[in-house]
């Protein structure tokens, strides 16, 4: 037997059906509508995938976050091992914390801390830049 007929007659592991959530809330099928026909149904179904949608958090786009190399890599593992994105764990963070007065405080202090550090370091990359310049001049 060759590789090629192992290859085709190799058995497969069955997949398990999965529940798609967005169609799971529409009862019957909606079909395309011919020109100028809207059925009700189709008017109704999306007037109810509208409020559904309303009804949910608005996602604002992301804006540009700086962490340290070793922060960023813990995040990027944790979120890679949970499955999720980052800013999706970041998000599950800060509604935690928000909650949390104590919590806060110290993240408020840490964050604090951090920002000082890196003043420190753009002070000090803005005066090796000069030194090196006056150097080469």
Same mark, same amino acid.
Not at 77 to 101: C, F, N, Q, S
């Given at each position: 037997?060759?590789?090629?007929?192992?290859?085709?007659?190799?058995?497969?592991? $069955?997949?398990?059906?999965?529940? &798609?959530?967005?169609?799971?809330?529409?009862?019957? =099928?909606?079909?395309?509508? #011919?020109?100028?026909?809207?059925?009700?149904?189709?008017?109704?179904?999306?007037?109810?995938?509208?409020?559904?949608?309303?009804?949910?958090?608005?996602?604002?786009?992301?804006?540009?976050?700086?962490?340290?190399?070793? $922060?960023?890599?813990?995040?990027? &593992?944790?979120?890679?091992?949970?499955?999720?994105? =980052?800013?999706?764990?970041? #998000?599950?963070?800060?509604?935690?914390?928000?909650?949390?007065?104590?919590?806060?405080v110290k993240a408020v202090e840490q964050a604090k801390e951090n920002l000082l550090s890196r003043k420190k370091g753009a002070a000090l990359k803005n005066t090796i830049t000069r030194i090196e310049n006056t150097l080469n001049a």
């Amino acid at each position: 037997m060759s590789a090629t007929d192992r290859f085709k007659n190799r058995k497969r592991p $069955t997949v398990n059906r999965q529940v &798609d959530e967005v169609i799971a809330p529409i009862q019957e =099928p909606v079909s395309v509508p #011919e020109k100028g026909a809207v059925p009700s149904s189709a008017l109704q179904n999306l007037v109810m995938l509208k409020a559904q949608l309303e009804a949910l958090p608005k996602t604002a786009s992301n804006f540009q976050l700086r962490f340290t190399e070793e $922060t960023k890599t813990e995040i990027q &593992d944790l979120a890679r091992g949970k499955k999720i994105t =980052p800013e999706t764990l970041l #998000e599950g963070i800060w509604a935690v914390v928000k909650d949390d007065p104590i919590v806060m405080v110290k993240a408020v202090e840490q964050a604090k801390e951090n920002l000082l550090s890196r003043k420190k370091g753009a002070a000090l990359k803005n005066t090796i830049t000069r030194i090196e310049n006056t150097l080469n001049a």
